[in-house]
């Protein structure tokens, strides 16, 4: 099993920033990547970026490239994701997630992925 708890949330002005962070714990051997998802109300949830644990590389929605960058500190088992020149519509609820599964797209069922509980984001205008 592995436990996700992430922070760092908030409420900024558009064009403010936010860092989040996420660190992972128990059996962190197992994971290929982290990720973070967001879900706004009423909208399905959605991609951000993703980080391979192993060498780093990084991928991210066409929403959000440019923007926000995914970075890792594997020495703590923590993601971080500075997002800056945020907008009204980066607004959601954001989910750190980890396993094997790499793609943006929501993991299918057979997936097993972990995910924490989830920190709110707010940007106003």
């Known amino acids: 099993q592995v436990q996700l708890v992430e922070s760092g949330g908030g409420s900024v002005q558009a064009g403010g920033s936010l860092r989040l962070s996420c660190a992972a714990s128990?059996?962190?051997?197992?994971?290929?990547?982290m990720a973070w998802f967001r879900q706004a109300p009423g909208k399905e949830r959605e991609g951000v970026a993703r980080i391979y644990t192993g060498g780093g590389d990084t991928r991210y929605s066409d929403s959000v490239s440019g923007r926000f960058t995914l970075s890792q500190d594997k020495s703590k088992n923590t993601v971080y994701l500075e997002m800056d020149s945020l907008k009204p519509e980066d607004t959601a609820q954001y989910y750190c997630a980890a396993g094997k599964w790499c793609g943006l797209g929501l993991p299918p069922p057979t997936q097993q992925m972990f995910w924490g509980r989830g920190i709110q984001v707010t940007v106003s205008s």
């Open positions: 128990g059996s962190t051997y197992y994971l290929t990547c």
